[in-house]
């Protein structure tokens, strides 16, 4: 199982981006799903998570500005990123709880994947 993150870059405060992560391979079911950043010198914090239920939950620091989704049909989740502001600036992270296919089959395994990261940088 792999997760692709993409839709980062530059963008000016006030502005908005939107992050996509799809998730690909063997998968039988997906779990919760989130985005995590780290910004230069901090920990990683959650940013917002969704559970297979369409629950939401988000830092306080994003409420009401940011939004977390997901396409069940496309294995992707998303992040709508409006407001930003230059404390947004991070490597925004997506992560996955996902059951997949063992080889051979009947088995499923369950594990955590994460996918490689997007900077997004907000600056005039």
């Known amino acids: 199982v792999q997760l692709q993150a993409s839709g980062g870059g530059l963008v000016q405060p006030g502005g908005s981006l939107r992050l996509s992560c799809a998730a690909s391979?063997?998968?039988?079911?997906?779990?919760?799903m989130g985005w995590y950043r780290q910004a230069p010198g901090k920990q990683r914090e959650l940013v917002a998570a969704i559970t297979s239920g369409g629950r939401t939950n988000y830092v306080d620091s994003v409420k009401g500005r940011f939004t977390i989704s997901r396409d069940d049909a496309k294995n992707t989740v998303y992040l709508q990123m409006n407001g930003l502001k230059p404390e947004d600036t991070a490597v925004y992270f997506c992560n996955a709880d996902v059951r997949y296919r063992m080889i051979p089959p009947p088995y499923t395994k369950r594990e955590t994947f994460w996918g490689q990261g997007t900077l997004v940088t907000v600056s005039s």
């Open positions: 391979g063997n998968i039988f079911q997906i779990n919760d």
